[in-house]
């Protein structure tokens, strides 16, 4: 029994050593490898967060509480009635005699 132990313990050991020996000769690809896989990650979790899909029914929730204002015809007619009883008169500042800088 002791020495079925020692001898798993052994392959352990020579298991973890090989395990060392490959990650430390490999260690550039195992790293480029790591920041791929987290790039490519962030990447679908972006997506995701610039497409989200509509909620439909919070959405027709949120335009039922849209109160559309509608123009009251009553001030219209009254602006229209003032509009057309006052008589503007524009004055002009402007001397009718003056001469003109521009044509000399």
């Known amino acids: 029994m002791n020495d079925q132990m020692n ?11 090989s395990a060392v020996v490959f990650t430390a000769s490999h260690r550039a690809i195992i790293i480029f490898f790591i920041i791929s896989v987290a790039v490519i ?10 497409d989200p899909g509509r909620n439909e029914t919070r959405y027709q929730e949120e335009v039922v509480k ?5 123009i009251d ?6 602006l ?15 001397v009718p005699d003056r001469n003109n800088p521009f044509d000399e």
């Open 66 to 70: 849209i109160k559309y204002s509608t």
């Open 80 to 94: 229209k009635t003032t509009e057309e009883d006052a008589n503007i008169d524009v004055g002009s500042n402007l």
């Open 7 to 17: 001898q798993s313990k052994e392959k352990a050991q020579k298991l973890f050593r």
């Open 41 to 50: 990650v962030t990447l679908l979790q972006t997506r995701t967060f610039l």
């Open 73 to 78: 015809e009553e001030i219209v007619e009254k």
